[in-house]
């Protein structure tokens, strides 16, 4: 017995190390749903079980889909079994709702941001610097102290907010600092550290759409125009082509409610089944503090999750898996031979890059008949930028023996919008495969909340 304990979990310390190198997508579906029957069924093969459950419900969505009863009817699942792969199965569900997916309202215009920022300086008598993190589409997804001095300080580097745009995946960034006592304007240290912290955050792809100044209920932001950036971003181009002027605070921004949504009390409940419950819900807390909504917290690295988890070395890499799951139970609904529709490709690109904090680009493959092929990931590149590799592209296409194909990529937390380099990359990568004989049928652009397509035979009859 004791030998066959060693042996089970030195199996299951290999699965693990794989996991954490190589992700999700070397695994089959078996294999993703035998490591998540790790943290509840301890010192015994899950192998058999896991197998037995896909074969007995059909699928990864049919065994996250599944009532208790139907679980503990499959021989090898108790009830504690049962109850833990129903709660995998509610987080799964709600990534994708609405309410949660769905980030607070973008705010891309100047008084909507100058009035937020007084609400969070309100009250404050010695100086303080702060930054607004945003996504694409203008929507903030974090505010964090950056100093307690204004921004001309000594103290106020570009290496904070670097940091910070990085952990909470944001590619916009306002800055603002108040002058408690006046004047209203900026100095000429503030000018020279904003100049330099603009063109450190643009080295590392962060735009800095406007630094304010705040003194009491007033406000003026100090950039006539965004520098670069927002030719690529809509919402930014609206932000920038606001006027800009000093300002007086008319209504205050309410704060946000205390109230933790229900995903919080899902992991908490989930990560109980394998580390003591007052950590399980310690963890969950400062998972929400991080990341606001579910599916930011699935795109976030292993390493940044050990980082905030301290000494939770367990539930960094259960994150990790319960991405590579969620992802997988959308991608398996299409397989080899499976006409490809609209709705059905839609919903297996969200799966495709659900948990993918860096933009990527995919070459979907299909037959003459519209019949799917294959997938093949044709390179990864920043969070707001990728570029296709002709050659690349050329040979997936001609080993996967596709006759005509679709292009997918993701705006990490972005909007679906395509910006002007989509289209024209379009276009280009349209004329390539066609030189080779593949018709391209679109460009998808994907983000948390769905896909969008480019219709590739439109553009084409625009540009010739």
């Given at each position: 017995?004791?030998?066959?304990?060693?042996?089970?979990?030195?199996?299951?310390?290999?699965?693990?190390?794989?996991?954490?190198?190589?992700?999700?997508?070397?695994?089959?579906?078996?294999?993703?749903?035998?490591?998540?029957?790790?943290?509840?069924?301890?010192?015994?093969?899950?192998?058999?079980?896991?197998?037995?459950?896909?074969?007995?419900?059909?699928?990864?969505?049919?065994?996250?889909?599944?009532?208790?009863?139907?679980?503990?009817?499959?021989?090898?699942?108790?009830?504690?079994?049962?109850?833990?792969?129903?709660q995998v199965g509610r987080v799964c569900s709600l990534c994708f709702m609405p309410t949660y997916t769905s980030l607070p309202t973008p705010t891309d215009r100047y008084e909507t941001v100058g009035e937020l920022l007084v609400s969070l300086f309100d009250g404050r008598?010695?100086?303080?610097?702060?930054?607004?993190?945003?996504?694409?589409?203008?929507?903030?997804?974090?505010?964090?102290?950056?100093?307690?001095?204004?921004?001309?300080?000594?103290?106020?580097?570009?290496?904070?907010?670097?940091?910070?745009?990085?952990?909470?995946?944001?590619?916009?960034?306002?800055?603002?600092?108040?002058?408690?006592?006046?004047?209203?304007?900026?100095?000429?240290?503030?000018?020279?550290?904003?100049?330099?912290?603009?063109?450190?955050?643009?080295?590392?792809?962060?735009?800095?759409?406007?630094?304010?100044?705040?003194?009491?209920?007033?406000?003026?932001?100090?950039?006539?125009?965004?520098?670069?950036?927002?030719?690529?971003?809509?919402?930014?181009?609206?932000?920038?082509?606001?006027?800009?002027?000093?300002?007086?605070?008319?209504?205050?921004?309410?704060?946000?409610?205390?109230?933790?949504?229900?995903?919080?009390?899902?992991?908490?409940?989930?990560?109980?089944?394998?580390?003591?419950?007052?950590?399980?819900?310690?963890?969950?807390?400062?998972?929400?503090?991080?990341?606001?909504?579910?599916?930011?917290?699935?795109?976030?690295?292993?390493?940044?999750?050990?980082?905030?988890?301290?000494?939770?070395?367990?539930?960094?890499?259960?994150?990790?898996?319960?991405?590579?799951?969620?992802?997988?139970?959308?991608?398996?609904?299409?397989?080899?031979?499976?006409?490809?529709?609209?709705?059905?490709?839609?919903?297996?690109?969200?799966?495709?890059?659900?948990?993918?904090?860096?933009?990527?680009?995919?070459?979907?493959?299909?037959?003459?008949?519209?019949?799917?092929?294959?997938?093949?990931?044709?390179?990864?590149?920043?969070?707001?930028?990728?570029?296709?590799?002709?050659?690349?592209?050329?040979?997936?296409?001609?080993?996967?023996?596709?006759?005509?194909?679709?292009?997918?990529?993701?705006?990490?937390?972005?909007?679906?919008?395509?910006?002007?380099?989509?289209?024209?990359?379009?276009?280009?990568?349209?004329?390539?495969?066609?030189?080779?004989?593949?018709?391209?049928?679109?460009?998808?652009?994907?983000?948390?909340?769905?896909?969008?397509?480019?219709?590739?035979?439109?553009?084409?009859?625009?540009?010739?």
């Amino acid at each position: 017995m004791q030998d066959n304990e060693k042996l089970h979990t030195g199996h299951r310390q290999r699965m693990k190390k794989k996991l954490a190198v190589h992700e999700h997508t070397i695994f089959a579906t078996y294999e993703l749903l035998e490591m998540l029957l790790y943290y509840i069924i301890p010192y015994r093969d899950t192998k058999p079980t896991a197998k037995r459950l896909l074969a007995e419900l059909g699928s990864l969505d049919g065994v996250l889909s599944a009532t208790p009863a139907e679980l503990t009817a499959v021989s090898g699942v108790g009830a504690r079994t049962a109850e833990f792969i129903s709660q995998v199965g509610r987080v799964c569900s709600l990534c994708f709702m609405p309410t949660y997916t769905s980030l607070p309202t973008p705010t891309d215009r100047y008084e909507t941001v100058g009035e937020l920022l007084v609400s969070l300086f309100d009250g404050r008598r010695s100086s303080v610097t702060y930054a607004l993190f945003l996504d694409n589409s203008m929507r903030p997804v974090a505010t964090e102290k950056i100093a307690d001095c204004d921004l001309a300080s000594g103290a106020v580097t570009a290496k904070p907010f670097i940091e910070l745009a990085l952990k909470h995946g944001a590619s916009v960034v306002v800055t603002a600092h108040n002058h408690p006592y006046g004047p209203l304007f900026i100095t000429p240290g503030d000018f020279a550290t904003q100049t330099l912290l603009e063109r450190e955050l643009r080295l590392a792809g962060i735009v800095v759409a406007e630094h304010y100044i705040i003194c009491g209920d007033s406000y003026i932001g100090t950039k006539d125009n965004i520098r670069s950036g927002a030719e690529k971003l809509p919402a930014l181009k609206r932000f920038s082509a606001a006027g800009r002027g000093t300002r007086t605070a008319t209504a205050r921004v309410a704060p946000e409610s205390a109230d933790l949504p229900e995903w919080v009390g899902e992991l908490a409940s989930l990560f109980s089944a394998f580390v003591p419950e007052t950590d399980a819900k310690r963890s969950a807390e400062l998972l929400f503090g991080a990341y606001a909504s579910l599916p930011q917290l699935f795109s976030a690295t292993r390493v940044k999750l050990t980082e905030l988890l301290s000494g939770k070395g367990q539930i960094p890499l259960f994150i990790r898996l319960l991405a590579g799951i969620i992802s997988r139970r959308l991608t398996d609904k299409l397989c080899e031979g499976d006409e490809v529709t609209h709705e059905g490709l839609s919903e297996y690109l969200r799966g495709l890059f659900f948990g993918r904090s860096a933009e990527t680009m995919y070459l979907i493959a299909l037959d003459g008949k519209h019949r799917f092929i294959g997938a093949e990931c044709l390179g990864e590149g920043a969070v707001n930028s990728f570029s296709v590799n002709s050659r690349r592209l050329l040979e997936c296409a001609s080993t996967l023996g596709a006759a005509a194909a679709v292009l997918a990529h993701n705006h990490p937390r972005g909007v679906n919008e395509p910006s002007e380099e989509d289209i024209v990359t379009t276009v280009k990568l349209e004329r390539l495969l066609l030189s080779v004989g593949i018709k391209l049928e679109g460009h998808y652009i994907v983000t948390e909340n769905g896909a969008s397509l480019i219709n590739a035979d439109e553009l084409l009859m625009t540009q010739n």
